[in-house]
């Protein structure tokens, strides 16, 4: 089943618009709704993660792709909490345990930081660009877009974001402040969002949404799903 979303968040030149009317926001909630039910989302993703990183994919102006990840550092390390969607034809492509930085907490990321040098993760949206063979294997740059615009943020395999790593110690190994996935699934994973898709990284923490430049505190209103 493909769905349309709503073309009030955006203008004839791609320019986001900042405001919306209460019937836009209404039916564009319904649709997220409806979208979260058809992939059968339900007790898999979190609603309120997956509503957050709907609404803002709708929002930004310069996606390349019809494709959008979701992080979920609500969940713990061991539980698989990166989920990649194909957005036009409405289906989950991917989901991958994924790791955090070693700053953010241990099975679970509690803290996290745009500061350089920090080891922490960042929250909210980024555009995917292009790879690269680096020190840590194949890579893909992030472009952060309303909160980590100045660290070097990538996706990329690593041993350590291994399910059997948990197995031995109870949680993933992390990371520097970038999201680590195994190397068993990284490079499909990556070659399925580079190139212009979405990255949402979420975590329940309200300051976020306080300092986003896409999303705002009224996003986080629950509509029942």
């Given amino acids: 089943m493909f769905l349309s979303f709503p073309c009030a968040y955006f203008t004839a030149e791609g320019e986001a618009v900042p405001t919306e009317?209460?019937?836009?926001a209404v039916k564009a909630a319904d649709e997220v709704v409806s979208l979260y039910h058809s992939m059968q989302l339900e007790g898999v993703?979190?609603?309120?993660?997956?509503?957050?990183?709907?609404?803002?994919?709708?929002?930004?102006?310069?996606?390349?792709?019809?494709v959008l990840t979701l992080i979920d550092f609500s969940k713990p390390s061991t539980?698989?909490?990166l989920y990649v969607f194909d957005m036009k034809h409405c289906r989950m492509l991917y989901s991958s345990v994924v790791s955090h930085g070693k700053n953010s907490g241990g099975n679970y990321a509690t803290s996290f930081s745009n500061e350089y040098g920090s080891y922490k993760s960042s929250l909210g949206f980024y555009l995917t660009a292009s790879t690269y063979q680096g020190r840590n294997g194949y890579s893909l740059i992030l472009d952060g877009l309303d909160?980590?615009?100045?660290?070097?943020?990538?996706?990329?395999?690593?041993?350590?974001?291994?399910?059997?790593?948990?197995?031995?110690?109870?949680?993933?190994?992390?990371?520097?402040?970038?999201?680590?996935?195994?190397?068993?699934?990284?490079?499909?994973?990556i070659d399925a969002i580079k190139?212009?898709?979405?990255m949402?990284?979420?975590a329940e923490t309200p300051s976020y949404l306080a300092q986003s430049s896409i999303l705002d505190t009224s996003d986080d209103v629950i509509v029942n799903q």
């Fill in 147 to 189: 909160r980590a615009r100045e660290r070097a943020i990538v996706v990329h395999g690593a041993a350590y974001a291994d399910p059997s790593v948990a197995s031995r110690g109870g949680r993933l190994g992390r990371s520097f402040g970038c999201p680590a996935l195994p190397t068993s699934v990284s490079r499909s994973i």
């Fill in 195 to 198: 190139g212009g898709s979405v």
């Fill in 21 to 24: 009317s209460p019937v836009a």
């Fill in 79 to 81: 539980e698989k909490r």
């Fill in 200 to 202: 949402y990284i979420y």
């Fill in 45 to 66: 993703v979190n609603w309120r993660a997956f509503k957050q990183a709907v609404t803002g994919y709708n929002r930004i102006k310069n996606r390349k792709r019809d």
